[in-house]
């Protein structure tokens, strides 16, 4: 049954992505949505949550309002807002109804933005992308409209994080341990976007020598930073200890020769035997930089596994291999060894196949998050039993 | 590229008139294309010889978006860019956001970027009753919006409804009123009537096109009346209409 969902759960969306990308950013991220729907953005898909105060909103938007297209109500509520909160922008996101009815995000946006002198930007979800597309939509429009000036690059080799929300590396100390292990290797971190820097910092992007991207929500700021500044970028999370050092080298390399790299999907090889071969489900560029860090920390290559909901990430085409629905997933797994993958994938597997989580927030919100660990430049030798 | 959309109350030529503006200017050596936002996607037929094409909303049902921006535009006999939105099945689903999804899909697959139109209509459903039907005024969409009306009572009024939208609407930066077109049915005081509205709105007739046997009869042919009656009181009206536009964009007639 192509796209049915029997057993496994859903990623998060990309209104999801939008509000997580943007949380630390100091904006008014207005969802506009009915009354309730923002338990989902700001606590299930959001453990920031309870640790720190960001001004994520939904506007309440009632069957009354689709009706008569109350447009005003939504634009006096933020204008109302804003004076209250002082937000340093408006981000203006829609949920599926508002997207059903035509509602016209860009001249809110407009008007809003006459009426409160704030940055106003709307970002174009629809409630039913991946989190991916919200959360790179987002970023790509917060650099677009404040990070545009021209920099001087620093002296000292430095890098941007680029593409970090707790969807896909959750806070379990996962971005802490990337830039930890970046400084170690020489680089400064000018900015983690958008986990653990202030507006300020990311703001500021432009004068770092290559950009690291840890996420396919960060590909498309990458690409903007590159033609606007010039800056080079390297694809992969830094996992593993081999690979960990091998993706400093590429940024070495980068920082050098201005060019590049999609280290994650072109630094490993396809399995020779692609059947019982191990296999990873995650986000692409995670998942490619495990079946990096897997090869050569272990020297064991893996299958990439791509979930239809995930095809907008970056991916290796001719060697990973895309699942366009449950059944077809389930059959691809019925052939791979070692699943390595949110818990919630073990359900398709048989009980004979090895498995190891790999907790997805994106996937399973906070159901697993204690069992997520760090493998951010640490040893991946404990898996070695598992997968021989 | 200019943008203009027409709007009017449903049976009172808005795809008469687009389809006679949309020949003279192909006639005239310029790139036009013609956007039928109708789910009856009866609009564009004239430049086919009355025959229907196939709408963006045939596509999107049958193939998803597994089609070419070439299956959603037909070069007419006279050189129009045709193109229908369509719609939903009579009774069910959501017209307006028909002609959303019809819009995007056209801008989607670079419509505007391949075929390069110098001028693009917009030929529009009835009244702005939805968000889905002020599509074709909105920023990025048409620059002009003539609203076509006669002298009877019931047009006037709907004619005085759209433009009371295009003017709620003029604080986002959607389209400027171009005008009225008066489209006459021969009732009394019918110029002097519209020339009031006209007036409430700041705005003016911007051309008239007589009660006329000629159209009718190149309806019935299939053809529009430039085509079928060139030389008709009408084919001239609508000729000086289309130059009066031109004009005012400082577009220049190849031929």
Redesign the interface.
């Known amino acids: 049954m192509k796209q049915t969902t029997r057993t496994l759960s859903i990623y998060s969306s990309d209104t999801a992505g939008t509000a997580s990308m943007l949380y630390e950013l100091g904006g008014m991220t207005v969802i506009h949505d009915a009354s309730g729907c923002n338990s989902t953005y700001s606590t299930h898909d959001e453990p920031r949550w309870y640790q720190m105060d960001s001004m994520i909103y939904i506007s309440g938007l009632t069957e009354t309002d689709v009706i008569l297209?109350n447009d005003e109500r939504l634009i006096e509520d933020v204008c109302k807002a804003a004076k209250e909160l002082s937000p340093r922008f408006i981000t203006l996101a829609a949920s599926p109804m508002p997207v059903?009815?035509?509602?016209?995000l860009?001249?809110i946006a407009?008007?809003i933005r006459?009426r409160t002198l704030l940055p106003v930007f709307p970002i174009h979800t629809n409630g039913m992308n991946s989190y991916l597309k919200g959360a790179s939509d987002s970023l790509l429009a917060f650099l677009q409209y404040f990070c545009k000036e021209n920099v001087e690059k620093t002296v000292r080799p430095s890098v941007n994080i680029i593409g970090a929300t707790p969807l896909d590396f959750s806070i379990n100390g996962t971005v802490e341990s990337i830039r930890k292990f970046l400084m170690e290797e020489g680089f400064d971190v000018i900015s983690c976007m958008s986990m653990g820097s202030s507006f300020e910092e990311i703001i500021s992007a432009g004068k770092a020598q290559v950009n690291l991207v840890i996420s396919s929500c960060g590909l498309a700021a990458a690409k903007y930073l590159f033609r606007q500044f010039h800056t080079p970028f390297v694809t992969g999370v830094p996992l593993g200890k081999r690979y960990a050092g091998h993706l400093a080298q590429e940024l070495r390399k980068a920082i050098k020769n201005g060019e590049n790299s999609f280290s994650c999907l072109y630094d490993r090889s396809i399995p020779q035997e692609r059947e019982n071969a191990p296999a990873v489900i995650h986000e692409s560029i995670f998942a490619s930089s495990l079946a990096c860090a897997l090869e050569k920390d272990l020297s064991i290559p893996a299958n990439v596994i791509v979930p239809e909901e995930l095809q907008i990430s970056l991916y290796r085409k001719d060697a990973d291999i895309v699942a366009e629905c449950e059944d077809s997933l389930r059959e691809i797994l019925t052939h791979t060894g070692t699943l390595i993958a949110d818990p919630f994938y073990q359900a398709l597997i048989s009980e004979n196949q090895s498995f190891i989580p790999l907790p997805h927030e994106a996937f399973s919100g906070r159901c697993f998050r204690r069992a997520n660990k760090v493998l951010a430049a640490r040893d991946l030798s404990q898996w070695r039993d598992i997968l021989c | 590229m200019l943008k203009i959309a027409f709007y009017g109350k449903g049976g009172i030529g808005k795809s008469t008139t687009v389809s006679n503006l949309a020949a003279i200017f192909a006639k005239m050596g310029l790139t036009v294309m013609q956007i039928g936002c109708d789910p009856k996607a009866d609009s564009t037929s004239v430049h086919h010889g009355g025959k229907r094409i196939v709408t963006v909303l045939d596509l999107i049902r049958k193939y998803n978006d597994d089609f070419s921006l070439e299956d959603m535009v037909f070069r007419g006999e006279d050189n129009v860019l045709c193109v229908e939105a369509g719609g939903p099945v009579p009774g069910m689903g959501c017209a307006g956001r028909g002609i959303i999804a019809a819009l995007e899909k056209l801008e989607q697959k670079g419509a505007y970027e391949v075929y390069k139109p110098q001028i693009v209509l917009y030929d529009v459903l009835g009244d702005v009753v939805c968000g889905g039907f002020s599509m074709p005024m909105r920023k990025g969409y048409a620059h002009e919006v003539y609203i076509v009306t006669s002298g009877e009572k019931m047009s006037i009024y709907a004619a005085g409804n759209i433009a009371m939208a295009v003017d709620l609407f003029r604080k986002r930066s959607y389209a400027e009123l171009g005008g009225f077109i008066l489209n006459c049915r021969d009732v009394p005081d019918e110029e002097k009537n519209v020339k009031v509205l006209a007036e409430d709105f700041h705005s003016s007739i911007a051309g008239k096109i007589g009660r006329s046997r000629e159209i009718q009869e190149a309806e019935r042919l299939n053809k529009c009346v430039c085509g079928a009656f060139p030389d008709s009181p009408a084919a001239k009206e609508y000729t000086l209409l289309a130059e009066n536009i031109l004009k005012k964009w400082g577009i220049k007639a190849k031929c």
């Open positions: 297209g059903m009815t035509g509602t016209d860009d001249a407009d008007e006459a």
